[in-house]
C-alpha cells in the first residue's frame, strides 16, 4: 500500500470516525452521565470491535453480501430498529444512582457487539474494504482494520470529553431529561445517512 494511499486511508478513517453517528451519540450520552473514566471500555470496545469487524468482513462476510445482496438491507433494517429501542431506553433513563446500582456504562465487550448492529459501522466497513483493500489480502484488510482502531480512539474520546463537558450542565433531573431525549432523536437520525449511501 503507497503512502498516499495510507494517507487517503487515514484521512476517510479520521472523518467516518468523528462525524455524528450512533457510537458518537451515544458516547456523547455516557460521558455527560457516567463520566470519561467510566466511558473507557465503552471507547475500546469500540475502537478495537470496529476493528475486528473490518477484517471478519473483509476475510469472508462481504462475499455473502455479493451473493445475496438483500441480505445488507435486511441487516440495515433489523439494526435500525434495535437501535430505535436503544433509543428508546436512552429517552426515558434517569439519572444513573451508584447506590442502588442502577445505569451502567456500556462495558467493553457490549461495546464490541453493538458494532454489528450499527448501521453507520457497516457502511464505514463495507466501503473501507472496497476503497483501500479491493483485493482483500489479508494484509490489505489488517492495514485498514489497524489504520481504523489507530485513528478511531482518539476521535471518539472528543465525544465524550463533549459529554462529560456538558455534565455540569446537567444539574438536575429535568435538563438531563432534555438531554437524554435530544440524544435519543439525534441516535435515530444518525441512521438516515447509512440508508441513503448507495449500495458498496
Known sequence: MTIELLLGLAGFAFVSSITPGPNNMMLLTSGANFGFRRTIPHMLGISIGFGVMLVLIGLGLMRMFDLWPLSYRILQIASAL???WLAYKIANSGRPDPAQG???PFTFL???????VNPKAWTMALTAITLYAPDRTVFAIAVVAIMFSIVNLPSVSIWTTMGQQVRVLLGNQRRLQIFNWSMA???VLSLIPSFLAPPV
Open 82 to 84: 434495535y437501535l430505535i
Open 102 to 104: 442502577t445505569g451502567h
Open 110 to 116: 457490549q461495546a464490541a457487539l453493538f458494532q454489528w
Open 185 to 187: 432523536i439525534l441516535l
